[in-house]
């Protein structure tokens, strides 16, 4: 095996996690970052990693690195700003859910985890919407309905 393989110590970290050896990935995925750093995809394997062991303030940074390395990556902006809904810190999740729907304005994932966010705040109304918007583009999203549900569940409308 060549030590500066890099996609060795990827795929190796992919292997562990599924094995939940945790903390055994993330020392792969940092060997593969240390040889190549501007790899994307394994920051985000490693923040995955790290949410899965809920040190989220940690996986926050990888997610934050991946947008440094590629700004054009939608995903990249949806995994902060879910993060952040887990940290509880609602209106910074709602601006990065914003910034990738800048990138892509048909980002489903975005209008949900955005009227999640919305919801959070108590702003019903506004959830509901984003949850529209959702839907123009995926009806057949059920995550969409679900949360929908719920908002207007808070707002005692039954439709």
Do not use: F, M
Request: negative net charge.
């Amino acid at each position: 095996l060549d030590p500066n393989y890099v996609y060795a110590y990827n795929n190796k970290g992919l292997a562990l996690r599924l094995l939940g050896r945790l903390r055994e990935a993330i020392e792969s995925y940092d060997k593969a970052l240390a040889l190549d750093p501007t790899l994307a995809y394994v920051y985000d394997n490693k923040g995955n990693a790290l949410k899965d062991l809920k040190e989220y303030e940690r996986a926050l940074e990888c997610y934050e690195k991946i947008i440094e390395l590629r700004p054009d990556n939608p995903g990249s902006y949806d995994n902060k700003a879910g993060t952040l809904l887990l940290l509880g810190r609602y209106k910074e999740a709602i601006t990065t859910y914003d910034e990738a729907l800048l990138v892509d304005p048909r980002d489903v994932p975005a209008y949900i985890g955005k009227g999640v966010a919305l919801k959070k705040l108590g702003q019903y109304l506004q959830a509901i919407e984003s949850y529209d918007k959702a839907a123009e583009i995926d009806p057949t999203e059920n995550l969409i309905y679900l949360n929908k549900g719920n908002a207007l569940s808070e707002l005692r409308e039954y439709h």
